[in-house]
């Protein structure tokens, strides 16, 4: 008999689901298209996963809360070297999976209501709602699965609902090209996902998260540690293409092109949460080396994409870019090892991020489809209820303290601190470093947008009347989909948006404050999240011994880690003992590490507490002040130091020019590739393998220009041989009889005198 | 009951015959019966089927009763060679884990292509007598045990095909239909000569004479030694063995003999394609499985590599031919070349999940490429062109059409929850098991982007977007501003119609099932799979029981 | 002396005019172009085939040789008016005898 | 110089006769019909052709009855080991009668023949003469015999060659067809003559016996067989004495041209193997050297030359009779392959693959003629579309065509596979021909296609559509011929067994 709460994730992934067959399939015949089917199904899918958060996390409030089901899907029968092998498919539902339902469910609710006001009127109406469902379905997938082959699936589908979503304005060729983008990065980063998974497989002839882990625990890892160190890499790949980590960022912007809604659904909730939470999942088969790679990713991305935000004129691409450099936080709180910092900044962001887009949808929407932030500007009047959420949710990501944000990143620039004194310092400081500068940055865009936005006069009557900019696309899709369009740009009445779009917002700004989450303003560590998601003990052998360890026998390995362990006990008994003094003012719920490295990073990590929030909070100061000082006070004229500094603005302008890069190098490659292996294939392979090639030249005196296939100017000595022979013999046959005798005697001859050389040899 | 299976349609045939050419509806109408037939009795079989029986090789005690299933064995011939003594040829079939999966996917491929021969108007009885030879043809191969047997089977395919591509071929069909013909009839001639002096080589236990029979063949303890292909003439059985795999490898098709591949497709009609894909391609890789390595497995053994990389450049090579194509049917047959590639690689990692794999993905490209097929086929009727540029934005006018696409092309990329992905997971599993073939696999792996790439682009240039300039199809405006959009000559329904949808339909339903929960294919494999795995690799089981 | 010669001469002799006989036979038949010349030549070749048997019969014994010429003397003759009906239809359909300008099927 | 034989010996010499008489009845039989038809011929008047054929069909059919007595009777040298009586001889006179029957049925139906003003007595008579002829050249076992019986064979076909007085191109076959043969019998004979001077023998088992007993001067041997080797080829059409082959076939009345084709090249080969299996000394296998068995060297030169040169060139043929000329340059190629290896299961295939020629040659020509008799063209081009105004010869033509190739289910891949089963039974000795072997087959299967591609593939320019009637006689023998063709190559046991039986002789001999 299964458990209720089973049944009830249970419900929770399959209503979803339901809501995308029965729409995708009779919206057309339903009243409303149907959305209220989708939204009651979600509802309900988030009723069910309200009530397991409610059982999991308020009832139990265990740390080691766990349980798991699954059945056997694959049936390999007794497979020979292996014996009896089946592939399951289950379900595991802890603290981190209660609470990620509800957040996915809760959100995915939200922008289901928010799209009943939002892509009110548009001709595929239901349909939207219908992704909506299939792309909750894959997320909620993800997050409750209990194994690396089904979460590789719902990743997939992931890509394949984003691929829908974000091309839903498919006329648009912009839309096509983004759609595709989107999901062919995607594919390159799940390529390193698969082949992370092959490695474990091959190992353990399993996908089972538990199963391979104690597998790696009990060290019979049958290849070099360097194996496991790619596994981690490669996996993490997968998360690098989901959560827009450099390299393959390039794609998230890009889908600004799929209606506001939905850009909020991927940015907060599901696509990119999903990368980190799978990090969160593999976190204990990280190789030191692994964590380190995952870590200079993160902060480089946090870094570069907060230089591009300060320079967008889209108001979602500002918010876009800011995802990314968020995420970069998560990616770097998990290569630092502070595993639980980075989720439960996943979740705090998941919140004021959502309520950010939902904002800047809701002011689009206003705005009649004006994404420009040069052309908007006094709306804090006209629209107080999203100018409130907003700037909510704005502080809690610049990272205010008070705020969720403040807690989470704080968290997180922490571990960074910590772990770079425990690596050594040196290049590892980069890593807080450029963390830092992102939180300064962070700020200021910000500040900027919500300056530009709000306050000030409006711009409207300045924009351009023919100005179709690099956003102007947008423009067009109100052509297609929206049919209160726009007639004429912005000199319109710009008035507050209905409630079943304000409602969400009011909600999600709530939750982007402190108190949901700790009860002190300071310190996340004192809140039930951190209380609840530990990070879990690392199942590789630490640094020191696996170095050894690596090219050893696995019992010796084991052994050494055993010494590395003990001597941990004395040597470290003084980061120890600061371990038990924070965690006990941490409401004693420390975990002990087997792992020396993670025991000293989670102690540093500690350590430096106070000196993130002293650092960040200045961080936050500088960024804000400088917004103020640019845009408020107008000391310094922003489009003046645009052209002082130009090569540098257009570099951040341009987003580095990754998008050029890549078009040049890979998408131009490979096409080029493509094409010499067509031709090569046309021309070459076709006439040297088809050896009687120019049989069909003779068979074009029978039917002409067959032979065109036959490719010219290819060297092919068969058909050249038959060609000349059929040729030659053919002549022989002169018609003229005395020839033909001649031809006889000259062979008997010929034969007879080749035999008298043989005879004197 | 194979009997029944096989020969259904040879009857229908001969009916046919008996019809005047002109009652075209009665012709029709015999051949969907006779298929329909054939379909019931490919799920009466697939219930009797007993999927704890192995096959692949005879009994303990050289009888084939009790590993094969309905077997059906009746002397057939049995000629005196003077001082080789006799040579028995039997009438043998029989159905076990390999087989039975691919007579499910004949038959319903077969039922589909009557139904996609339907609106064939040039010389529909000729068409259909040809239809129905090639159809027992097809189904023979894969229930035929006999080497003799088989090797009628495998050669009667080839004159139906020939002329179907032939006479109700493309514009360049002559060119198309001989190539085909010479191309596989060059890999088949080999075969005669390994299979003659296989029949010199083996002693059937049971009768004690020289035979056809695989069932004996498959069992090393069978081989004379001294003969040309006995123990002790390793190197002919090497050569017998690369030129068995030859003649395989050019129906699968296997770069550098793939060439005919594109040129029978492109020109081939829609439904011959169907079959073409669907059947005719998996006659090569279940000979391999049937023939090729089962006889010889040290040779295999010694091979497995070379498989793999050739499997791997079909993967890499069919995907980039594919992305430079514009012909959306060439694509499509590059696509083939690219997918069959990974049924290769599978084999080679000669391993359960990687032969597993490869099986099931034979069913799966069977299914998923006669949708594709059948889709090209469509937009050609209406537009007479499949220039990818040609068109754009047809998902805005042909929305069902598009829907459809959409899962015939995403299971063609191995999207998760279609039958492919599976298919190919295995695959993938299978042959980074093997440390031999490891390599091959993580390079191999690139193919997913790669399909992924034209798939998607041949989708965006056709149905995303805005209507090209120069399309193929005019765009008007009526009144209330909505469009409308028609080909120029097409009357019929400008989305799929009736026909089409049933041909569609039930295959979109098996790719997402067995997608979903591939047990009821997978199951009858599995049995199957791992003897044959077992035979390919003594050496490892001897270490493993 | 003419005696001794004459006595002297053996199967040598014999054997290397029927040679001679056979070439110059080969060579007429090739280079001829007359009809009724190469059939002479055809004669030529049997009679030196029939020379062979007959020397041989008489120098190791027994009649099967000349037999065998007997046979072939006949049969030259009934090839002979065939082959002459034949010609003459030759002439009567090409208007010449000239066998290389008989060649209007080749190749 | 020699004594007159007494009285006594004479009356022996006549026992003997009388003796031989009695297994010489099918031979005795078929002449006595060859006069009957003269002398019919003389009787009847002009338009005698439908009767005469119905007597010759009768007559052969007739002579069967007296062939199968014979299949009681004891193997037997007679006539002072001239002639032999054993059941390879009666194999190829089953063989040559059922030629000799399907010729007159294809003469039947041939326009061009029919026409011909002056009568077709002598036609039958020739006709059946050749079948004679070749009987002898079958069972003959002395140089002498051997010799007789070709020239009568090829006497009778020279004149049936040019039987078209009228037509251009048959006299221009005639006069090439004569020169050639009469050429090529003349070193056959020369040959003979050396191989006389070497025993003294005519009689090739005493041969055999005086060359292996007292050995040999290799020189002249090998010119003698050489030139023997000519004198057969020239029979065969095996490369390269195959150059007559392809106008006669052309030139010729296409009815003489499917006889030849058939029945003479089998009775080549009949004699080929008697005379090389048992008169020319050879080792055992496997030891094959230049010293040694060098004819077999000749033999596989000429066979891997054949096949290669006749399908190569056929490929360019744009006329059907002389692209089928070519095709069976090539089929004697693949012949050949059967009797190089030189022993029972070689004779066993070669007799098989016969058979199949037979069967498919025939059939082929068949329907060339009757196409020919409705287009009045032997031209490729003007086979366009005639796949569907004639769907019944159509498809029989493509079954034939299929068969030449070797392709299931016929009986021209049943040929195929003893062929090749008899060359892989050495092992890899013969492995390099096998592979020539196939390899032109593959080429072959491009010309052999190109006809049903012109008949099915493309259409006439000619607008006229609707089935050409083509008689019903005409469709029975054509799908009688087809069916049997198919039947034989599913169900081929008896025919292969009773080619065991058969080629059992050498069976004995050689291994």
Redesign the interface.
């Known amino acids: 008999m299964m458990h209720s709460l089973i049944q009830l994730s249970i419900a929770v992934l399959l209503l979803p689901l339901l809501s995308f067959v029965v729409l995708i399939f009779f919206n057309r015949r339903l009243p409303r298209m149907g959305d209220f089917i989708g939204l009651g199904l979600v509802g309900t899918a988030f009723g069910c996963a309200l009530t397991i958060f409610w059982q999991v996390v308020v009832q139990h409030y265990d740390p080691a809360f766990r349980l798991a089901w699954d059945f056997t899907w694959l049936d390999f029968g007794n497979v020979p070297g292996v014996g009896p092998l089946q592939v399951k498919m289950g379900i595991v539902i802890d603290n981190l999976t209660a609470i990620m339902l509800a957040m996915v469910t809760l959100i995915s609710t939200l922008v289901h209501l928010y799209s009943t006001g939002y892509m009110h009127g548009d001709p595929k109406y239901g349909r939207f709602f219908a992704y909506l469902g299939i792309f909750t379905f894959s997320m909620i997938g993800i997050v409750l699965s209990d194994n690396l082959f089904s979460i590789y699936m719902f990743w997939e589908l992931v890509g394949l609902s984003s691929y829908l979503l974000i091309g839903f304005y498919f006329y648009k060729d912009s839309a096509a090209d983004a759609q595709k983008k989107a999901f062919l990065t995607n594919r390159v980063g799940d390529i390193g996902m698969w082949l992370g998974i092959l490695i474990l497989y091959s190992q353990y002839h399993t996908f089972g998260y538990q199963e391979i882990y104690e597998h790696i625990k009990n060290g019979d890892f049958h290849m070099s540690q360097a194996w496991l160190t790619a596994a981690g890499v490669l996996l993490f790949m997968g998360c690098v293409g989901k959560s827009a980590q450099f390299p393959l960022h390039v794609w998230l912007p890009d889908a600004m092109e799929g209606p506001t809604p939905v850009s909020a659904l991927i940015h907060a909730a599901t696509m990119v949460a999903a990368g980190v939470y799978f990090v969160a999942r593999i976190f204990v088969l990280l190789t030191p080396e692994a964590q380190q790679v995952i870590a200079f990713v993160g902060a480089f991305t946090a870094f570069m994409s907060a230089t591009i935000a300060i320079t967008q004129h889209d108001i979602k691409r500002v918010l876009a870019y800011s995802t990314v450099s968020q995420l970069g936080y998560m990616v770097l709180g998990m290569g630092v090892g502070s595993y639980s910092a980075a989720l439960f900044h996943l979740l705090t962001h998941a919140f004021f991020k959502a309520c950010l887009f939902l904002g800047s949808g809701a002011i689009i929407h206003a705005m009649h489809h004006e994404q420009d932030m040069r052309w908007m500007g006094g709306l804090y009047k006209k629209m107080p209820w999203t100018f409130v959420t907003f700037s909510i949710a704005t502080l809690a990501l610049a990272g205010l303290p008070l705020t969720s944000g403040f807690l989470s990143k704080d968290a997180i620039l922490a571990g960074a601190l910590g772990f770079a004194q425990v690596e050594g310092g040196g290049i590892y400081y980069l890593v807080p470093a450029l963390g830092f500068a992102a939180a300064v940055m962070t700020a200021f865009y910000m500040g900027r947008q919500v300056w530009l936005v709000f306050f000030g006069e409006s711009r409207t009557h300045l924009k351009p009347a023919e100005d179709h900019g690099h956003d102007a696309h947008a423009a067009h899709a109100s052509h297609g989909h929206d049919d209160h369009g726009h007639e004429d740009h912005g000199h319109h009445e710009v008035h507050e948006v209905p409630w079943n779009m304000r409602f969400p917002l009011v909600l999600l700004a709530t939750l982007s404050v402190f108190i949901v989450f700790s009860p002190d303003p300071l310190d996340g560590g004192k809140g039930w999240f951190m209380h609840l998601v530990q990070t879990p003990a690392t199942v590789v052998a630490s640094t020191e011994a696996a170095h050894e360890g690596a090219n050893l026998s696995v019992p010796e390995a084991g052994k050494l880690l055993a010494e590395a362990h003990t001597d941990t006990q004395h040597v470290e008994t003084a980061p120890a003992a600061h371990a038990e003094a924070a965690s006990t003012e941490g409401e004693g719920h420390g975990p002990v590490y087997a792992d020396p490295r993670q025991a000293e990073i989670a102690h540093m990590t500690h350590a430096n507490h106070w000196n993130a929030i002293k650092l960040s909070s200045l961080m936050l100061l500088a960024g804000i002040g400088m917004a103020f000082i640019v845009y408020v006070f107008r000391i310094i004229d922003p489009d003046k130091t645009a052209q002082n500094i130009r090569p540098l603005y257009l570099y951040s302008f341009n987003k580095w020019y990754w998008d050029e890069i890549y078009d040049a190098t890979i998408i131009k490659g490979s096409m080029l590739i493509s094409k010499i292996l067509a031709w090569f294939d046309a021309n070459i392979v076709d006439g040297i393998v088809n050896g009687v090639a120019t049989i069909f030249r003779k068979f074009a005196f029978f039917n002409g220009g067959v032979d065109k296939y036959v490719v010219d100017g290819m060297v092919n000595f068969t058909a050249f041989t038959v060609q000349t022979t059929g040729a030659v013999l053919r002549k022989i046959q002169t018609g003229k009889v005395q020839t033909y005798l001649v031809m006889v005697v000259v062979a008997v001859l010929g034969y007879f005198a080749f035999y008298i050389a043989q005879l004197i040899k | 009951m194979l009997s029944f299976i096989v020969f259904l349609p040879i009857i229908a045939g001969l009916v046919i015959l008996a019809v005047p050419a002109s009652q075209k509806q009665i012709i029709r109408i015999v051949s969907l019966v006779a298929a329909l037939a054939q379909g019931v009795l490919a799920v009466l079989i697939w219930r009797h089927y007993d999927p704890t029986m192995a096959g692949i090789v005879a009994a303990p005690g050289g009888s084939p009763v009790g590993s094969f299933q309905l077997i059906e064995r009746i002397p057939w011939?049995?000629?005196?060679?003077?001082?080789?003594g006799p040579l028995r040829i039997e009438y043998f079939l029989g159905v076990d884990g390999i087989s039975i999966t691919m007579v499910l996917l004949t038959a319903l491929i077969s039922i589909i292509g009557v139904l996609s021969s339907w609106p064939i108007q040039k010389?529909v009885k000729g068409y259909f007598i040809l239809y129905n030879l090639l159809s027992t043809a097809m189904m023979g191969c894969f229930v035929a045990l006999d080497f003799f047997l088989f090797?009628?089977f495998w050669?009667?395919m080839?004159?139906p095909m020939?002329?179907l591509i032939?006479?109700w071929g493309g514009p360049?069909?002559?060119?198309a239909?001989?190539?085909f013909?010479?191309?596989t009839?060059?890999g088949s001639?080999?075969m005669?000569?390994v299979m003659?002096?296989l029949y010199?080589s083996v002693i059937d236990p049971l009768t004690g004479s020289h035979t056809f029979s695989l069932v004996a063949m498959a069992d090393q303890a069978n081989y004379i030694k001294g003969t040309?292909l006995g123990p002790g003439s390793e190197q002919?059985r090497y050569i017998a063995f690369a030129v068995l795999f030859v003649g395989f490898a050019i129906k699968v098709p296997m770069?550098?003999?793939?060439?005919w591949l594109p040129?029978a497709h492109v020109e081939a009609p829609t439904p011959i394609s169907v079959i073409l894909a669907g059947v005719l391609l998996k006659l090569g890789t279940y000979g391999m499985m049937r023939i090729n390595f089962p006889l010889f497995p040290e040779v295999f053994q010694a091979g497995m590599y070379v498989i793999g990389v050739f499997g791997a450049i079909n993967i890499i090579?069919g995907a980039?031919?594919?992305?430079?194509?514009q012909d959306l049917k060439k694509m499509v047959a590059y696509s083939s070349i690219s997918h069959m590639g990974y049924v290769l690689l599978g084999l080679a990692a000669a391993?359960?999940?990687g032969m597993?794999g490869a099986l099931y993905q034979m069913f799966n490209h069977g299914t998923i490429t006669a949708m594709l097929f059948l889709l090209v086929g469509v937009i050609y009727d209406r537009a007479h062109s499949r220039q990818i540029d040609k068109f754009g934005?047809l998902?805005?006018y042909m929305p069902v059409y598009t829907g459809v696409v959409i899962v015939a092309w995403?299971a063609s990329l191995g999207?998760?929850?279609l039958s492919g992905?599976i298919s190919e997971?295995l695959v993938?599993?299978g042959s980074?098991?093997e440390p031999i073939t490891?390599p091959i696999?993580?390079v191999s792996?690139?193919g997913?982007?790669?399909g992924?790439?034209y798939l998607?682009?041949s989708l965006?240039r056709m149905?995303?977007?805005?209507r090209k300039p120069d399309a193929l199809y005019e765009l008007e405006v009526d009144g209330h501003g909505h469009e409308h959009i028609h080909f120029h000559d097409w009357k019929g329904k400008l989305d799929l119609d009736a026909r089409e949808l049933t041909m569609l339909v039930p295959l979109g339903i098996i790719v997402i099932a067995l997608g979903i929960?591939?047990?009821p294919v997978?199951?009858l494999l599995?049995?199957s799979i791992?003897k044959l795995?077992?035979v390919l690799?003594p050496v490892?089981?001897s270490?493993?029981h | 002396m003419l005696t001794e010669q004459l006595l002297s001469i053996g199967l040598n002799h014999f054997l290397t005019i029927s040679a001679i006989l056979f070439g110059l036979g080969m060579f007429a038949v090739m280079t001829r172009k007359n009809a009724i010349v190469i059939l002479m030549g055809v004669e030529l070749i049997l009679n030196a085939a029939n020379i062979n048997f007959l020397t041989f019969s008489k120098y190791n014994g027994g009649m099967d040789g000349v037999m065998f010429s007997l046979f072939v003397i006949v049969l030259a003759a009934a090839e002979a008016a065939v082959a002459l009906a034949i010609v003459i239809n030759i002439f009567k359909t090409f208007k010449t005898v000239d066998v290389s300008r008989v060649d209007t099927m080749k190749e | 110089m020699f004594e007159m034989p007494s009285g006594a010996e004479i009356q022996s010499i006549i026992s003997i006769l009388k003796g031989g008489a009695g297994y010489f009845v099918p031979e005795i039989y078929l002449s006595a019909l060859f006069m009957v038809l003269i002398i019919l011929d003389l009787v009847t008047g002009r338009k005698n052709g439908r009767f005469l054929a119905i007597v010759t069909i009768a007559g052969l059919v007739g002579s069967l009855f007296y062939i199968f007595k014979q299949q009681a009777m004891p193997d037997s040298e007679f006539f002072f080991g001239m002639y032999a009586l054993d059941r390879f001889g009666i194999f190829f006179k089953y063989f040559f009668v059922a030629s000799g029957i399907l010729a007159v049925l294809t003469t039947w139906i041939d326009t061009p023949l029919k026409k011909q003003e002056s009568g077709m007595g002598e036609y039958y008579a020739l006709l059946v003469a050749m079948v004679v002829g070749m009987m002898m050249m079958a069972s003959s076992t002395d140089l002498l015999m051997m010799f007789l019986a070709m020239e009568l064979v090829s006497l009778s076909a020279y004149a049936m060659t040019g039987y078209l007085k009228r037509e251009i191109r048959s006299s221009e076959a005639a006069l090439k067809y004569l020169v050639y043969g009469a050429v090529s019998s003349g070193m056959l004979l020369y040959g003979f003559s050396l191989i006389y001077g070497m025993t003294g023998q005519t009689n090739i088992s005493k041969i055999a016996m005086l060359l292996t007993m007292h050995g040999y001067n290799p020189l002249v041997m090998i010119l003698a067989v050489l030139l023997i080797v000519a004198g057969f080829g020239y029979k065969m059409g095996a490369v390269p004495f195959h150059f007559w082959s392809p106008d006669v076939y052309e030139g010729a009345p296409t009815p003489v041209t499917a006889y030849l084709s058939v029945g003479s090249k089998a009775a080549g080969f009949a004699m080929l193997m008697r005379f090389f299996y048992i008169a020319v000394p050879h080792g055992m296998m496997g030891e094959i050297s230049f010293l040694q068995i060098d004819w077999l060297w000749i033999l596989m030169i000429v066979s891997a030359a054949s096949m290669i040169y006749g399908n190569v060139v056929a490929i360019w043929q744009k006329n059907v009779k002389r692209l089928l000329a070519y095709s069976s340059i090539a089929h004697a190629g693949y012949l050949l392959l059967g009797i190089i290896t030189m022993d029972q299961l070689g004779t066993q295939a070669t007799l098989v693959y016969l058979a199949a020629y037979l069967l498919m040659n025939y059939g082929a020509f068949y329907v060339v003629i009757v196409i020919a008799n409705h287009t009045g063209s032997e031209n490729l081009e003007d086979y366009r579309g005639l796949g569907k105004r004639m769907p019944l010869a159509g498809a029989a033509l493509t079954v034939f065509l299929i068969s030449l190739v070797g392709l299931p289910p016929t009986f021209g891949f049943i040929g195929k596979l003893m062929i090749f089963s008899a060359l892989l039974s050495k092992g890899s000795l013969f492995m390099w021909l096998a592979l020539i072997g196939i390899l032109t087959s593959v080429i072959s299967l491009y010309y052999y296609m190109l006809i049903p591609l012109n008949m099915y593939l493309r259409e006439s320019e000619s607008q006229e559509e609707g089935v050409i009637e083509t008689g019903m006689g005409a469709k029975i023998i054509t799908a009688a011929l087809m069916i049997a063709t198919l039947y034989f190559g599913l169900f081929f046991q008896p025919v292969v067994n009773y080619a065991k039986y058969s080629s059992v002789l050498f069976g004995a001999l050689l291994n």
Request: charge should be neutral; hydrophobic fraction near 60%.
């Open positions: 011939i049995t000629l005196d060679l003077g001082s080789f010389q090797y009628v050669e009667l080839l004159l020939y002329f032939g006479i360049n069909r002559e060119y239909a001989i190539k013909f010479l191309y009839l060059f001639v080999f005669l000569l003659i002096g010199f040309i002919w770069f550098p003999f793939h060439t040129d090579y980039f031919c594919a992305l430079a194509q391993n359960s999940e597993l934005g998902a805005s995403f999207l998760p929850g992905f997971a993938f599993v980074f098991r490891r696999a993580m792996v690139l997913i982007v790669f992924a790439a998607l682009w965006q149905f995303l977007g805005k929960y591939p047990m997978m199951g599995t049995t791992n795995v077992q690799a490892a089981m270490a493993v």
